[in-house]
């Protein structure tokens, strides 16, 4: 850092992006998976804001980065990484519908492809389509849906449902719940 900071050479910058490009790529691509599943071009397009957002103004970030232990800096950049991806969902933030979890794919939350993963899904799909049936006519049922896709389908926690839609918890808890309900009593 600080050789990238004194020479300003591009092999400094070469070495520091070398060394600290991955550690930010892994910080960004598990801290969107908060939002969404990653892909490598919204990985890659995040590690670049939070590079730009370390040089900015003549790299004042770094220049006024003070070290307490050997891993200072590292922790440093993870912070940067993160909150940039935080801030970018912010200011952009994901209205998922049941088309866009189509994309995602069955196996979102789960890596392994066993057939009790596609049982589980096919259920999930005809429940969803039971509920879309009685729910029809309701005000926010498409929202509903989404976020029963959300946490049962793609692995999402209430606490992160919540994050994409201006609800509490508990409202999406209770959310989840009258669905489930709903398809206990007439969907199963």
């Known amino acids: 850092m600080e050789l990238c900071l004194r020479d300003n050479q591009a092999e400094s910058w070469t070495e520091f992006l070398r060394r600290f490009q991955p550690l930010m790529a892994g910080v960004v691509s598990r801290t969107i998976r908060r939002w969404m599943p990653p892909n490598r071009s919204v990985v890659d397009d995040l590690v670049q804001s939070a ?46 519908t049941e088309e866009d979890l189509e994309e995602v794919g069955p196996d979102a939350a789960r890596s392994e492809a066993s057939t009790q993963g596609v049982e589980t899904d096919a259920l999930v799909h005809k429940l969803v389509a039971c509920l879309q049936r009685l729910l029809g006519t309701e005000p926010d049922c498409k929202r509903d849906l989404a976020m029963f896709l959300l946490y049962y389908r793609a692995g999402l926690t209430a606490k992160e449902i919540s994050g994409l839609y201006p609800l509490t918890i508990k409202a999406v808890e209770n959310t989840l719940l009258r669905l489930v309900r709903i398809a206990k009593k007439r969907c199963i």
């Open 51 to 96: 590079l730009r957002k370390i040089c900015d103004n003549h790299c004042r970030p770094m220049r006024s980065f003070r070290w307490l232990h050997e891993n200072s800096f590292r922790g440093f950049l993870k912070v940067v990484s993160s909150n940039v991806v935080q801030d970018h969902f912010r200011k952009y933030p994901l209205t998922r």
